[in-house]
C-alpha cells in the first residue's frame, strides 16, 4: 500500500483529502499544514507520495518545501493548488512533480494523478 503525505493549511480541505486517499485505497502516514515540517515529516516518515498544497502556514511554502524534499532524495509529488497563476505554474515547473491539481478536484481526478506514481 502506497504512505501518502497530505501538507494542507486548510483544515477541512485536508480532511476531505485525507478522506479521498482512503477512499482510493492508500494509507495516510501524516498531515501537516507548514512546509517546514512537511520536510522534516518526509525523512522521518518516508512517503510514496506527498500532497502538496503551495500556500502555506509559515514562511516557506510548498514549492520550496518540495524543493528541499527533492535535495533529500526522490519522492513523489503532487501538487494540489487553488493557485492556477502563471508565476506559481512557472515555479513549480522548476521542481520535480508528478503531477499538479487544480482545487476544487474530483475523487477521479485524485485517482488519475495517484496511478501516474504507481
Known sequence: MKKILIVEDDMIISLVVENMVKQLGYEVVGKTDSGEEAIELSLSLK????????????????????????????????????????????????????????KPFTLHELSKSLKLVI
Request: glycine share 8%; charged share 30%.
Open 47 to 102: 512517503p510514496d507520495i506527498i500532497l502538496m498544497d503551495i500556500r502555506l502556514k509559515g514562511e516557506m511554502d510548498g514549492i520550496d518545501a518540495v524543493k528541499k524534499i527533492n535535495e533529500q532524495g526522490h519522492i513523489s509529488v503532487i501538487y494540489l493548488t487553488g493557485n492556477s497563476d502563471k508565476q506559481s505554474y512557472e515555479r513549480v515547473q522548476r521542481t520535480s512533480f508528478t503531477d499538479m491539481i487544480v
